[in-house]
């Protein structure tokens, strides 16, 4: 191949990974759907752990309660997908490091923006034991 030719290819796979990845968030002006109450159940995990699957120790509880506790974002997965889980401004590790890599039922307003869901939490309690998968 020459030079030419991979310069072409690579300026083409540029273009269409950059139209790939603005078609999946969308525009800048796109509005945010309207918040809405939700209770939802799932595992609690920190996205650094749950993302790389790169825990620290084999002691999955242990390793996503330090990130937790360290400020590493905190989200729960469900059935339905992630969601990120937030208390606003003050954060989410004083109320999620009791319930690392556990289940737990969230309440809380539903925020979505370009494919992110967002839960501003009002409440969270450790969730029934349940025979289904998550």
Not at 23 to 30: I, K, L, N, R
Not at 72 to 96: C, D, H, M, R, W
Not at 117 to 128: E, F, G, L, Q
């Amino acid at each position: 191949m020459s030079l030419r030719n991979w310069i072409l290819s690579a300026v083409a796979l540029v273009a269409v990974c950059g139209a790939v990845a603005f078609a999946q968030v969308g525009s800048p002006g796109q509005k945010a759907i309207a918040p809405k109450e939700v209770t939802l159940t799932g595992k609690v995990v920190d996205l650094q752990n749950f993302m790389t699957e790169k825990f620290a120790s084999s002691d999955h509880k242990m390793c996503t309660q330090t990130c937790i506790r360290a400020g590493v974002p905190v989200a729960l997965e469900t059935t339905n997908g992630l969601y990120i889980l937030s208390q606003g401004e003050k954060g989410a590790s004083n109320l999620f490091a009791p319930f690392a890599f556990e289940r737990a039922e969230v309440k809380g307003k539903l925020y979505e923006k370009h494919g992110v869901k967002y839960i501003d939490v009002t409440s969270a309690t450790k969730a029934p034991e349940s025979h289904s998968k998550m």
